[in-house]
């Protein structure tokens, strides 16, 4: 009998586990340096800044999938041309063309790297931000405990001889104003906890992990995102909960499900009213709107809403960088924060929609359910009202993978060995 390449359950203990290769090392360096090329200043100032780096990493990446293309199909190239087309638009209107080139070039870097790396992309990107979180966690116990400060050599000394600012490092960011909040490697905690969140759900739905392997890597992974105490991050961790029970339940009874969205909503409830840095940093954002107090524009839902009306003048392709046409000084423009309206400001709505139809696809591809791949949008989604993870490749390269991830290749659902599992047939 054929085996369909899609379980109709994510609970079916039957399917087989292919042994899989080991990572290819050059791999691993190719998404590590795709990851810090993502959201480490420190890598981005040794070569003189992020446009440098964009550049580099770009050519890095195309002659690698040049070397590799007697392996490898190229597809999602209609993808990049669609966006090239509106880069060509946005230059008609005024936009520079460094910018534009720029907005291109991490494209095409998302592009390259979802057909290098297909099927392997999700278990790449666990594995590094695996040991990033180790790493970091190391680093932060210290910084909790006071021994490592602002002031100490590694952290004030070192950096500058790379041309870094104190307080940044290659392997750990520390956060000079809170030091008990854990950056990782990127700019802010609210950067590292984007990233540790599509790390998580990578990890859920990368089938080739044993599930003693996905346990470990999901503890590590939680205590890494709490570190952050990041706000999006907290709240799109809950949402994640959620789309985790859901996925690995074959069938949920009603009663439970209702526990499990009360159990989520009584603790959403409880870390709102406990934590300051959820209640009190949100109430104070929604009554900077309210008000429209001084340099309300620079809120996270003060952006959104000045994104909005501004994206509606030209609501199919957007602005791109052409910001000096619709009157926004450099000092606003910089403080802009809101991830999502910002991508939707830039590419108007048929960028806006081709990147979130093609990542609810990619959600498709693995659970096969559409309002579970929507809730998956939903936990995406939220770190982006708080950083423009849109204008870097990782985030990008998400609408790529729907359109060159083989099925056959799929397994739903990490799952507990069961005895029979490791019973030799009679």
Not at 1 to 9: A, K, V
Not at 302 to 310: A, N, Q, T, V
Not at 354 to 381: C, D, E, N, P
Request: with cysteine; hydrophobic share 50%; proline share 5%.
């Amino acid at each position: 009998m054929t085996q369909s390449p899609i379980p109709e359950s994510p609970l079916q203990l039957d399917q087989p586990r292919p042994e899989l290769a080991p990572l290819k090392k050059s791999d691993v360096f190719l998404m590590t340096l795709l990851i810090y090329s993502s959201g480490n200043n420190g890598i981005a100032s040794i070569v003189g800044g992020g446009q440098n780096l964009t550049v580099i990493c770009f050519f890095i990446f195309l002659i690698t999938i040049l070397f590799r293309l007697k392996t490898i199909k190229i597809r999602g190239i209609w993808i990049l041309l669609i966006f090239f087309l509106l880069e060509i638009l946005h230059c008609l209107m005024g936009s520079p063309i460094l910018t534009s080139t720029g907005a291109i070039m991490r494209i095409g870097i998302a592009c390259f790297v979802a057909n290098l790396f297909s099927n392997d992309f999700f278990r790449l990107f666990t594995t590094v931000m695996v040991w990033i979180t180790k790493i970091s966690l190391f680093f932060w116990l210290f910084s909790v405990t006071g021994l490592l400060t602002p002031d100490t050599p590694v952290f004030c000394e070192i950096p500058t001889l790379f041309n870094l600012v104190p307080g940044e490092f290659l392997f750990y960011k520390l956060h000079l104003a809170v030091p008990w909040r854990n950056c990782g490697i990127f700019w802010e905690p609210g950067a590292y906890a984007g990233y540790l969140i599509l790390a998580m759900i990578f990890l859920v739905l990368d089938a080739h992990a044993s599930f003693s392997a996905y346990k470990k890597n999901f503890f590590i992974l939680t205590i890494g995102l709490l570190s952050t105490l990041s706000t999006t991050g907290y709240i799109a961790f809950l949402f994640f909960l959620l789309f985790l029970y859901l996925f690995i339940a074959k069938k949920i009874p009603f009663g439970l499900g209702v526990l499990v969205v009360a159990g989520c909503a009584i603790m959403a409830y409880y870390s709102f009213i406990t934590f300051d840095f959820l209640n009190t940093k949100i109430l104070r954002e929604f009554n900077a709107v309210e008000d429209q107090s001084y340099n309300w524009e620079l809120t996270r839902f003060g952006s959104m809403i000045f994104d909005l009306e501004l994206w509606w003048k030209h609501p199919l392709a957007g602005y791109g960088g052409n910001y000096e046409t619709i009157g926004i000084d450099i000092d606003l423009r910089g403080g802009m924060g809101n991830g999502m309206s910002d991508f939707l400001l830039k590419n108007g709505a048929i960028g806006f929609l081709l990147y979130f139809y093609s990542v609810w696809k990619l959600f498709m591809t693995y659970t096969g359910r559409s309002l579970l791949s929507l809730l998956g949008v939903a936990v995406i989604s939220i770190p982006l009202q708080g950083e423009c993870f849109l204008a870097f490749p990782i985030y990008l390269s998400l609408m790529f993978l729907p359109y060159m991830t083989s099925q056959e290749s799929i397994i739903h659902a990490p799952l507990p060995e069961t005895k029979a599992e490791h019973e030799t047939p009679v």
